[in-house]
């Protein structure tokens, strides 16, 4: 597929906009907004839960301009706007065959509202076109909200992954593209990993 003069998407990645219901791969002008939606959604789900060291850890370790600009280089960030706000992220790594989601974040007061069903669609797509058979991912015990959403959407418990000091303990889960409620086989804690 030829490219037009200054498009330097990586390969494999579809063009911005070309992403269900309003999602887009996320470019250069969106790390500002991305490192909101991480900074008030963190604050906003994982204070009340996991305290503020957790918070203020995570922050500085996963959501620095650097770390969010290296996935949107790579083109492993996908956006949603709305009124040319951007109101949710998601950003992934891959390894093998696997498709690991790193983040997936609504802004407080758009949750509930499809917006994080449209990019994990979105997600589910990405991995898709990339011939991964697997998506994975983690999020905190705690988390039930999250726990709650991601088996809605076919995603099973693989394991547990025990925390450390003020470091909460995890859930891992994931969702096998071909047979989408297949049972997970197993029970492995898989490494912690970030993008
Ligand atoms: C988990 C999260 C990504 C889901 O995205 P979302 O945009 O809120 O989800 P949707 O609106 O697409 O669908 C959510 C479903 O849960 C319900 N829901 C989720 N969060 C809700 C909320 N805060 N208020 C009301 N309903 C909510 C919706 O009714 C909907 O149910 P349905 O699918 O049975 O109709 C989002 O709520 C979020 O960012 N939460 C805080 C951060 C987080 O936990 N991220 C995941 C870390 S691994």
Redesign the pocket.
Known sequence: MSRSHGDDRPAGVPAVGAGPRGVRTATGDDVAAVVSVGHR?WRA?FEPIAGCDYVEMGLAKWWTSDVVVESIRLGRTLVLERDGVVV?MAAYGLRDDVLLLWK???LPE????????ALLEAVVQRAADLGRSRIS?S?LAA?E??GR?YA?HGFVRTGVEPGGSYIPDSVWVARHLSRADGPETGAIAETEEQP
Do not use: D, E, K, M
């Not at 758009?110 to 069903?117: A, L, P, R």
């Open positions: 959604t789900t949710g997936l974040y609504v758009h949750q509930g509202t499809g917006v994080g069903s991912l999020h988390n909200q999250a959403f809605r």
